[in-house]
């Protein structure tokens, strides 16, 4: 069973940047596609950015284009989430899964989790 814990939320200003990490427990994780979503109080859990097992292939909301940046380190079983520009709308706990086939934006198609870890942006 793979086990994915989330690490470096916390609560930043509006502008501000975090970098997410995601270790994985097993390294079979390593040919799995990543992908984060994240989820505000009362709404639905959203897609963010996902990545392709190699790493050569990223995909990113378009909520997030162009100021989040997905990356992962096979060697360390580990993904990231490099978040700058932060908004008060990007607020909510953000969760890493991992998917055994090519990308895909449906959170039902995931088979693993982590716990989440809560990001909180200030206005």
């Known amino acids: 069973q793979v086990q994915l814990v989330e690490s470096g939320g916390g609560l930043v200003q509006a502008g501000g940047s975090l970098r997410l990490s995601c270790a994985a427990s097993?390294?079979?994780?390593?040919?799995?596609?990543m992908a984060w979503f994240r989820q505000a109080p009362g709404k639905e859990r959203e897609w963010v950015s996902a990545i392709s097992w190699s790493g050569g292939s990223t995909y990113y909301a378009d909520s997030v284009k162009g100021r989040f940046t997905i990356s992962r380190d096979n060697a360390k079983n580990t993904v990231y989430l490099q978040m700058n520009s932060l908004k008060p709308t990007d607020t909510a706990v953000y969760y890493c899964?991992?998917?055994?086939?090519?990308?895909?934006?449906?959170?039902?198609?995931?088979?693993?989790w982590g716990q989440g870890t809560q990001v909180t942006v200030s206005s």
């Open positions: 899964a991992a998917r055994k086939s090519i990308y895909s934006r449906a959170a039902s198609s995931y088979d693993y």
């Open positions: 097993e390294r079979t994780v390593s040919t799995y596609t």
